[in-house]
């Protein structure tokens, strides 16, 4: 299995920036889709950055042009770098592995989830 290890979250006021990691272990040698998932409408989590083993990125629309994600294959970690930040990204955040055995077929990891607290 993949274990996830979260950290960087924490409160900021308005217009800051945090930076979000995520180091992964365990049965990691596979193609992997590392990235940040948080609550939604409907208690749903919904995507907010993800990348691909490739370097390929995928942002929500609601943090386009604010949030940039990357990877570390080496260390197998992922980061979000989370700047101009508002108060509706509060929110808990988690980090999530898509470990991809086929185009078919694939696992999902989870961490324990990171709070993000953005407030005057």
């Known amino acids: 299995q993949v274990q996830l290890v979260e950290s960087g979250g924490g409160l900021v006021q308005p217009g800051g920036s945090l930076r979000l990691s995520c180091a992964a272990s365990?049965?990691?040698?596979?193609?992997?889709?590392m990235g940040w998932f948080r609550q939604g409408p409907g208690n749903q989590r919904e995507l907010v950055a993800v990348?691909?083993?490739?370097?390929?990125?995928t942002y929500a629309d609601s943090v386009k042009g604010r949030f940039t994600i990357s990877r570390d294959n080496a260390k197998n970690m992922v980061t979000l770098q989370m700047n101009s930040l508002k108060p509706e990204d509060t929110n808990v955040y988690y980090c999530?592995?898509?470990?991809?055995?086929?185009?078919?077929?694939?696992?999902?990891?989870w961490g324990q989830g990171t709070q993000v607290t953005v407030s005057s």
């Open positions: 999530n592995v898509r470990k991809y055995y086929s185009s078919v077929d694939s696992e999902d990891f």
């Open positions: 990348i691909t083993s490739g370097g390929r990125a």
């Open positions: 365990g049965s990691i040698l596979a193609n992997i889709r």
